[in-house]
């Protein structure tokens, strides 16, 4: 089946960019997306990017799309303590989504 | 306008139980989605719906069916609850079957 893979944790001082790394193995996906969670809370759409496009930025967010790699970025720049949270990465060709495990991004004042 | 609406936003129940979660969608949105996402992993996929029928189904036992209203809210049901069950549910609402997803809070379902 379709993997997606995403180490689990990130530590970061605040100020300092964070990037947060995906890959993905269905080559058919369409679209790409970040969500981010934070405790005890459902999901929060922070951005998404269509397969045929390889960046797109967002404010502090930056995606990197290496499609022939199958390799998803998401980079946050001047990385606050409220970005603390579980980012997802996921991917989707058809009506499901396929979502990483999640990356726990913390936050050092 | 209101996001993604969910209840209960928790529940506890014993094994060999029944459970109903109920979702709203964004105002406009005919597409309701269900994940369940186990503690420590990422979201699992489990329904779709858009108008009323289902558009996707995932790796899940027949213990798990839904439905969708006239008014495009949904409901999750889970027959004889398993301990495994315990996880949070996950609805998404999107204007179409292949448009972006928006999620709810969830609703914590503990099965003992």
């Known amino acids: 089946g379709e993997d997606v893979e995403q180490s689990l944790f990130l530590s970061v001082r605040e100020g300092d960019s964070s990037v947060i790394n995906c890959t993905y193995t269905d080559s058919s996906s369409t679209y790409l997306y970040w969500y981010k969670q934070e405790p005890g809370a459902g999901l929060q759409l922070l951005t998404y990017?269509?397969?045929?496009?390889d960046m797109k930025q967002d404010q502090r967010l930056t995606v990197l799309l290496n499609k022939k790699d199958k390799h998803l970025s998401l980079r946050i720049a001047d990385t606050q303590t409220g970005d603390s949270a579980i980012y997802f990465c996921a991917e989707t060709e058809t009506n499901d989504m396929r979502f990483g495990a999640g990356t726990r991004l913390t936050v050092k004042p | 306008d209101a996001g993604v609406t969910q209840s209960p936003t928790h529940l506890i129940k014993t094994r060999g139980q029944h459970v109903t979660l109920r979702c709203s969608p964004i105002?406009?949105?005919?597409?309701v989605s269900w994940y369940q996402q186990v503690l420590g992993q990422g979201p699992q996929f489990i329904f779709q719906y858009y108008e009323k029928e289902e558009r996707g189904r995932g790796n899940f036992p027949d213990r798990f069916s839904a439905r969708q209203f006239p008014n495009y809210s949904s409901e999750l049901n889970v027959n004889a609850l398993l301990l495994g069950d315990s996880a949070l549910y996950l609805c998404?609402?999107?204007?179409?079957?292949?448009?972006?997803?928006?999620f709810g809070p969830g609703t914590r379902l503990l099965v003992l």
């Open positions: 990017i269509f397969s045929n496009m």
């Open positions: 998404a609402s999107s204007s179409g079957t292949l448009e972006t997803q928006y």
């Open positions: 105002s406009g949105h005919k597409s």
